[in-house]
């Protein structure tokens, strides 16, 4: 982000000292031109004003007084012309030879001009033409000054003198006064030597003085320049030659007044440059905290996945919209991974429950075999057991016949008769149960089934304080294996009994019901426990489905016993009753050899 940053602001640093720096060199080109237009404007100035003086001069020559170089005429009227010529000292006229013959101030007719100023009255004798002197001090107003001299001429126009005008150089700036100059400027006037002839501020200072930077003769001087000038500021100076003299007139503007010119705008850009800087990187930063802030976010989202929290992140607002995407195909990516999760625990929940239904299995097939290993020891006992019982019941029978039993012996017999026969029954029902091996069907009356179901589960149920009601009408055979039936039939009292141990019944209730339909026989189980929950329903009959604790409930029981009913091409099936809880029945047909079904007179019987 820095890097991003000085990325940025170095070029526009670089653009923006680029155009100052243009801006500084535009400004002083402007105030190098503005010198150059002062100048020439005050040459105008100047030029209109030396313009007047030659037609004054021009006037004056053809003055009587004056062609006749009379003192007398010339001092008044010299005097008169001067008092309307500020910028004039003196005005004289002096013969060819130099000796002054009239003069404006006072002079004694007779003297002679500054042997300096001889060089411009021989000038003028010579080439008959006005001419210009030296920078020099005047004869008579003893000042410094600058002389005009023109040829006076008589009738026959042959030179007879010489008329000079003494300008007083230190009041010529006083024509520069109406040029609009900036602070600091200056107008200098100088002649052909580079001297100052006239200058617009300090002139007494400078007059005479030469400007060393300018040797060059006034026309060679180039039109614009910078230059250190006599007072020691630094300045762009203007110059136009003029032809009188030949005098440079030359205007210097500071280079200040460039750079005063220039603040402004520079203040404006440097105040444009601060906003915009501070503007760049208050943005800079702003971009860069709620980047931060959203790629904080995606960090989080990311790293509760890599916890394991999958839940879906809490819905948000990212700055851009790649932030905003990438959120999102983490949001996906956890999605998909809870369906994978979700998937992965149902299999390994199925796969643990199958689990233990195999071992549940495997302990049942333990039990099974050992249960046939008992009913194996079982049949064995009982038969060995019903040859003495015989013996022992044959023997009684044998005693009842003797005449001489008193009343009380016979009672005696009978009750050894009665314990004898019930253990014969119990033999026999032992050695029938042992041989459970699924034989050939044989014709059954399920009443004989519910009898022998009966006799196995009667303790347990009388200690679970359960009432046996059994309804046993006479019913045509079916042509079944009695073992499998019986089988069925106990499985549907067993789980009568736990549906109401678990219902928590203090006391229950099952009725067993057999009855004839017309072509089948039917015998129903029902019992006052719970019921079947209506989402069982579906799975009841399928393998393993059990909604008992482990251990108890192995899922087997109706799974089987609809195989055996569906064998016989038989019904099983279960609804609800008019206790509140089920009763599961089975329907069978009845067997071929059967006769017509017995009246349906039926007895009901309580245990
Ligand atoms: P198990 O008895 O081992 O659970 P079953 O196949 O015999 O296996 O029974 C399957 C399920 O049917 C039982 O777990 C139970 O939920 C339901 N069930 C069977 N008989 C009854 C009943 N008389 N009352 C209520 N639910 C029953």
Not at 81 to 86: D, I, K, N, S
Not at 197 to 202: E, T, W, Y
Not at 527 to 555: N, R, S
Request: with cysteine; net charge neutral; proline share 6%.
């Amino acid at each position: 982000m820095l890097a991003a940053t000085i990325a940025v602001l170095v070029p526009v640093a670089l653009a923006a000292t680029w155009s100052a720096r243009l801006t500084r060199l535009e400004r002083d080109v402007e105030v190098i031109d503005q010198a150059g237009s002062i100048a020439a404007t005050a040459g105008a100035y100047l030029n209109e004003y030396l313009n007047g003086l030659d037609s004054l001069a021009s006037a004056l020559t053809r003055h009587p007084g004056v062609m006749a170089l009379d003192p007398a005429q010339c001092r008044p009227l010299f005097a008169g012309v001067l008092r309307g010529q500020p910028l004039i000292l003196n005005i004289l006229v002096t013969d060819t030879s130099g000796k002054i013959e009239g003069s404006a101030l006072d002079a004694r007719p007779g003297d002679e001009v500054s042997p300096l100023a001889l060089g411009y009255v021989t000038a003028v004798v010579k080439s008959g033409k006005p001419a210009v002197s030296e920078l020099m001090t005047g004869r008579v107003s003893g000042r410094p000054t600058v002389v005009l001299a023109y040829p006076v001429r008589n009738g026959a126009d042959a030179i007879v003198g010489v008329l000079a005008f003494g300008l007083n150089v230190a009041s010529l700036q006083t024509l520069f006064n109406d040029v609009p100059l900036p602070e600091g400027s200056v107008v200098t006037l100088f002649d052909s030597a580079g001297r100052v002839l006239a200058r617009s501020r300090d002139a007494e200072r400078y007059i005479g003085k030469v400007a060393e930077a300018n040797p060059s003769a006034p026309r060679d001087v180039p039109r614009a320049q910078k230059l250190r000038g006599l007072d020691g500021v630094e300045r762009f100076y203007g110059n136009a030659a003029l032809d009188r003299g030949p005098w440079l007139l030359s205007v210097g503007i500071p280079t200040s007044v460039a750079a005063d010119r220039v603040a402004p705008i520079y203040r404006r850009d440097w105040y444009t440059a601060y906003f915009a800087f501070s503007a760049v990187i208050l943005l800079t930063l702003w971009l860069s905290e709620s980047l931060t802030r959203g790629l904080n976010r995606v960090r989080f989202a990311v790293q509760r996945i890599a916890d394991g929290d999958l839940s879906p992140p809490a819905p948000t607002r990212l700055p851009n919209r790649e932030l905003d995407q990438l959120y999102a195909a983490f949001t996906t990516m956890a999605a998909s991974l809870r369906d994978t999760h979700g998937a992965l625990d149902h299999r390994i929940e199925q796969e643990r429950k199958m689990r233990e239904a195999l071992q549940s299995l495997q302990r049942q097939v333990v039990r099974q075999e050992r249960l046939a290993a008992v009913g194996v020891l079982v049949s064995g006992v009982a038969h060995e057991l019903n040859n003495p019982l015989q013996a022992i019941l044959g023997t009684a029978e044998l005693l009842e016949r003797h005449s001489n039993m008193s009343e009380e012996e016979l009672e005696e017999i009978g009750f050894i008769k009665t314990q004898s026969g019930r253990a014969r029954e119990i033999i026999r029902n032992l050695s029938r149960f042992s041989s459970q091996q699924g034989g050939p069907p044989t014709p059954v009356d399920l009443r004989d089934v519910v009898a022998e179901v009966v006799q196995l589960r009667r303790r347990g149920l009388e200690s679970a304080s359960i009432a046996l009601e059994l309804d046993l009408p006479e019913t045509r055979p079916v042509q079944v294996n009695f073992t499998e039936i019986e089988q069925v039939t106990l499985n549907f009292v067993i789980n009568a009994q736990q549906a109401i141990e678990a219902s928590g019944h203090i006391k229950g209730r099952i009725r067993i019901r057999v009855f004839d339909t017309g072509r089948r026989v039917c015998l129903e189980v029902a019992d006052d426990g719970p019921g079947v929950k209506a989402e069982d329903e579906p799975k009841l009959f399928q393998p393993f489905f059990t909604t008992k604790p482990v251990g108890q409930g192995t899922g087997l029981g109706l799974s089987v016993s609809y195989g055996i009913i569906e064998s016989y091409s038989g019904n099983i099936g279960h609804r609800p009753n008019e206790w509140g809880g089920a009763t599961f029945y089975f329907e069978l047909p009845v067997s071929d050899s059967a006769k017509s079904p017995a009246a349906p007179a039926g007895r009901a019987k309580s245990v």
